[in-house]
């Protein structure tokens, strides 16, 4: 039976060659006086997209100041320097120019900006939930995260060694400029940590248990397969401009809620695994993805069999057997073998971390403390993090 939904997503989207360009004018139409613009590292100076930027503010008539060095599994400290900076100069409009880790970090400065008297970690470690965020927009440089249509947004404490999560509407951004040539200088590691990270917000509402919806799961299905193929294309041939355009659009469409509409509740387990892999380790998040998702998998997938049997025979093209644990099963070895296509490690170990098991029950307590029990394909806990961990050494 189809569950009830809620389906938002207001970002306006300018997609193809040179989208860029049209950033000035989009700015202006937000009536914005002071634009904070931030990005990462060299990459924007190296490339001239940051001058293009600023000229284009310039021709608007807009002042703008700059923060940069956001570095992936962005920081808390970088938001606190983006807030303070934001209200010495009376920021009123946010624009970020990167992937994930620089646009999260655009909406973290947003709360903070549009709530000053309040500390912005409180909404992460939902001790609060957010009331306003300043309007951003973005010009999008890596395809992964989907930050650029979707509510999410992933900080990292580096003194508590938490990476933690919220999601509101609120800072939704305005407007996302998406250009796939801009990704053409990424090495082909994070292009495919990009594409993982992109098939994982996708399976993440895709393993559930409750509602479901037969053209939700075809585009979800869809999905997948065309990142698949793409991410191969890439692999061996980075220029190609339409592969790029298939994997950026997907990106946006697997994180902003519309592969979930009309299931009872997404799982995100994965998600949350590697994000304690990352404020522990700072790992790269796609890589650390596909290094859980095989443990992970093997370890709910009898509690949410029709599901991997479906993912299996419609996505990874397994034939129909007699045998369901068989058909789930090979799928997801299926999966496994096309990460190890592209270069993703799919063990603890392939992705060079070997945690002790001292550091896997801090990690499983950390979950259990900030979340409870989780899971939509199956509940787990404290115990099953740890076992999952374990499994995926």
């Not at 801009?182 to 098939?199: E, N, R, S, V």
């Not at 299996?312 to 045998?323: F, L, R, S, T």
């Not at 787990?380 to 499994?391: K, M, P, S, V």
Request: net charge negative.
């Amino acid at each position: 039976m189809t569950g009830n939904f809620d389906f938002y997503c207001p970002t306006r989207v300018v997609f193809g060659k040179e989208a860029e360009k049209k950033v000035g004018k989009l700015v202006k139409e937000y009536d914005a006086s002071h634009v904070l613009i931030v990005y990462g590292g060299k990459s924007a100076v190296r490339s001239g997209l940051l001058d293009l930027v600023k000229n284009a503010l310039d021709a608007e008539d807009i002042g703008f100041s700059e923060l940069g060095g956001v570095v992936p599994n962005p920081h808390l400290e970088k938001v606190y320097e983006g807030i303070r900076l934001g209200l010495a100069t009376g920021t009123d409009f946010i624009l970020a120019i990167g992937g994930g880790s620089v646009i999260d970090t655009a909406k973290a400065v947003g709360y903070g900006l549009a709530e000053p008297e309040f500390d912005v970690w409180e909404l992460f470690e939902r001790t609060r939930q957010p009331a306003s965020c300043l309007p951003l927009g973005c010009i999008v440089t890596i395809a992964a995260s989907g930050s650029e249509t979707s509510k999410s947004c992933v900080i990292t404490n580096k003194k508590t060694g938490e990476k933690r999560s919220c999601g509101s509407n609120l800072s939704r951004p305005k407007f996302a400029l998406m250009n796939p040539e801009l990704t053409k200088t990424l090495p082909d590691y994070q292009t495919q940590a990009g594409c993982t990270d992109i098939m994982m917000h996708t399976m993440e509402r895709y393993f559930t248990n409750g509602g479901k919806m037969e053209l939700t799961d075809a585009i979800a299905e869809g999905l997948l397969r065309t990142v698949m193929k793409n991410a191969l294309i890439l692999h061996e041939n980075p220029d190609d401009y339409d592969a790029r355009s298939e994997v950026m659009w997907a990106g946006s469409l697997s994180h902003n809620g519309l592969t979930g509409c009309g299931n009872t509740g997404d799982d995100f387990v994965s998600h949350k695994l590697e994000h304690e892999l990352g404020g522990m380790f700072d790992v790269t998040h796609g890589a650390g993805l596909s290094a859980v998702f095989g443990s992970w998998a093997r370890y709910v997938y009898k509690d949410c069999l029709p599901r991997f049997v479906r993912y299996a025979k419609n996505v990874m093209d397994i034939p129909a057997g007699c045998d369901d644990d068989e058909t789930a099963l090979a799928g997801i070895v299926a999966t496994e073998n096309f990460f190890c296509r592209i270069g993703m490690p799919v063990t603890l170990s392939e992705l060079g971390i070997f945690p002790t098991d001292e550091e896997i029950g801090q990690m499983a307590e950390s979950i259990s403390s900030a979340y409870g029990e989780i899971g939509s394909a199956k509940k787990l806990g404290r115990e099953d993090f740890i076992n999952i961990y374990q499994a995926a050494r």
